[in-house]
């Protein structure tokens, strides 16, 4: 897969490195918030992509277990660590960028992508996505008042919580938010940008096995008498 001539081209790449049946990159993603985040780019011989996070803090990096586990991110989850709690859709082809002579240069650009194969990375995203645990989109709230709607992030267990007991609420309003400060004078978010709801797949997502959880123990509770909870930890698994 990798030829001499292949490799002739990709040399202006800085601190490549030719394997027996890989090719290694420095790479990176920035954040408007925390700067660069850097990481090593494996391109395998199948196809796949790989990133190891060399975080500049890795000591307080959330994916130290994560990488313990599953060894390294594929560019989906590293774009999104490097960019946590960042707008905008998820393009990691365009976002993830590596050195060629001294300028970050997208993967797009890079020529890096001939190597890309759809299939050998769909595997790993699944098998890494599991491993992680089930995986919860953007949910959102129509204020009683306003009639905005209002994004809530579901990443976490206390984060799902929140959310649970705010869809019980029938008036809920904006002031209701457990974790954003919001007023129902605040604009709301574009449906372009309502359409980015976190799915590791695709950024565009409208709902697939990857990002629609049909009940967990994240996001069901034992202490909740709704019906819905009620029911799922009747018929749980033990």
């Known amino acids: 897969m990798f030829r001499d001539e292949d490799i002739k081209q990709l040399e202006n790449i800085h601190e490549l490195v030719r394997g027996p049946n890989y090719v290694e990159v420095i790479c990176g993603c920035t954040s408007k918030k925390y700067g660069d985040q850097v990481g090593k780019l494996k391109i395998s011989s199948t196809g796949q992509f790989q990133i190891n ?30 960019r946590e709690k960042e707008g905008g859709p998820r393009k990691w082809k365009s976002n993830i ?103 590791p797949r695709t950024s565009t997502c409208k709902g697939c096995t990857c990002c629609v959880c049909l009940g967990c123990l994240r996001c069901r509770y034992l202490d909740c008498n709704c019906r819905i909870c009620v029911d799922f930890m009747q018929n749980a698994q033990p």
């Not at 500049?56 to 994560?66: D, K």
């Not at 098998?127 to 709230?141: I, K, N």
């Not at 609420?169 to 938010?177: A, E, L, T, V, Y």
């Open 53 to 82: 996070c060399e975080c500049s803090a890795p000591s307080t990096c959330e994916e130290v277990g994560v990488l313990e586990e599953i060894g390294k991110l594929t560019p989906e989850e590293f774009e999104k660590h490097s």
């Open 97 to 199: 960028w590596v050195t060629i002579k001294g300028k970050k240069v997208p993967l797009w650009k890079s020529g890096l992508m001939r190597y890309y194969k759809h299939a050998s990375n769909e595997g790993k995203l699944g098998s890494s996505s599991r491993r992680r645990g089930t995986f919860h989109r953007d949910e959102f709230l129509l204020c009683s008042k306003c009639k905005k709607e209002r994004r809530f992030r579901l990443r976490t267990k206390q984060e799902c919580k929140a959310f649970h007991y705010a869809s019980m609420i029938k008036k809920w309003k904006c002031s209701d938010h457990p974790y954003d400060k919001i007023k129902c004078g605040d604009e709301e978010e574009r449906a372009s940008r309502k359409s980015c709801r976190g799915c």
